[in-house]
């Protein structure tokens, strides 16, 4: 599946902390990057296109294809890793396009999502696009079918993120930019051999237990009716919203 | 700081989910390893010791470290990454002991518990005690203090952790084993240069907003008292509990 995950308004990328213009440096410690050991303008400034996936390896060779499909010069097996002084994330750069992992899981991504921010706005980019592009399970499509997100959704079916801050929960709208959505749709149209829908995301904060996988490790007691209860979890209310859904964590 | 999590009774890692005997193969995806493509028991069979942290870099260093404890022969540079079929995590072994990484926030562990724990019951482990190593910030603790972790506190500052099971909220302890914790400082006693307490360990989904950082790329609109509530959160549940504290994500 692919999601997308903000579009920008034809303007600068925004940050809404205000203590960040009075600080005199700014560490984006799981970048290992910052903006005075680095100069971001320089490094970022023309990127319009942010594309994020778990797995490094994946993303790696998401910027080898980049790399080929935009015909840069070089070798696509050379593409370097910008945040190589780091373990946490790998970035690679293609022209206008980013290429990063975020690891596994909201507060990972959350991490990821935070400094990257940052780093587009110290970079002065513009007009930029974030997608999130995933693998993930799906109910009601075929194996193969390309979902892109219009937006996602929580353990309880809404189109929320609940987080805490300083203690006390804000949730947030998960909708997405509906105009780039349909300007993917319209793009795969021109592809042959890749279905593909508009459709809801279900995220959990568990790869097992949150969704309906019975191979847990098995941290609770799997009652009688449990199992039952796996696969009606989604159904039941896939059948309710008659939607495709698509699952990734 | 470091957090153990558990501590085997004596006997045979136990996994509580009765299809897992049921299944003619367990596929440990994230691992990359199987019942069926590896002798899980002749691999892991003779582990006692599990020892987990976020970054991989770090844990191949410790694992190195453990080599050179432990003078096991052979080039402690030379240990190699038992999951290096996958990018999700890195896994070491070094004699007893098993050195693993899991990435970032509960989610990336989560994955990461369900199929260790699979893993040691396939290969038949017993006795096996688990540690979580990591670094985090602290309250009212001079820095480089070593905190034997007794309990996890969630964002409400509760001894408890709230995970969704198909829709549903369950709730589950976080007290961690008494005996090991106080094992560890009896250990730190011996040791010089390494102030250890015991104490607790907050833990919240987000680092930049869910803590106290406000270094965050402002996705809420910052009021003005908001700077003070960030650092009056912590210190003032810190007084209330006259407790040292330890932070981790």
């Known amino acids: 599946c692919i999601c997308y995950s903000a579009k920008g308004n034809k303007q600068l990328v925004q940050v809404k902390n205000p203590y960040l213009d009075t600080m005199e440096e700014d560490i984006l410690y799981h970048f290992s990057l910052g903006t005075k050991t680095h100069n971001l303008p320089e490094m970022f400034g023309d990127i319009k296109f942010v594309c ?4 490094s390896n994946r993303m790696k060779a998401f910027a080898q294809f980049i790399h080929q499909e935009l015909e840069m010069p070089g070798n696509p097996e050379e593409v370097s890793d910008i945040c190589e002084a780091t373990d946490r994330y790998c970035m690679y ?44 399970g799906g109910v009601g499509l075929a194996p193969g079918t390309v ?53 809801n995301t279900l995220c959990t904060h568990d790869f097992y237990e949150g969704k309906h996988r019975v ?26 919203l008659i939607n495709p859904w698509s699952f990734f964590l």
């Open 52 to 55: 994020v996936g778990g797995s």
């Open 215 to 240: 191979l847990c490790s098995g941290c609770f007691r799997l009652e009688a009716s449990t199992r039952k209860s796996c696969s009606s979890y989604l159904l039941v209310r896939w059948e309710a």
């Open 93 to 136: 750069k293609v022209g206008p396009v980013l290429s990063m992992s975020h690891g596994m899981g909201v507060p990972s991504i959350s991490i990821m999502l935070h400094e990257l921010i940052k780093l587009l706005h110290h970079a002065q980019c513009r007009d930029v696009v974030l997608f999130r592009l995933g693998t993930s």
């Open 147 to 199: 979902v892109v997100t219009d937006k996602a959704v929580d353990y309880s079916f809404l189109a929320q993120f609940e987080q805490v801050v300083l203690g006390k929960v804000v949730t947030r709208s998960t909708e997405l930019d509906e105009e780039v959505a349909n300007e993917l749709l319209q793009c795969s149209s021109e592809l042959q051999n890749f279905p593909t829908v508009i459709g």
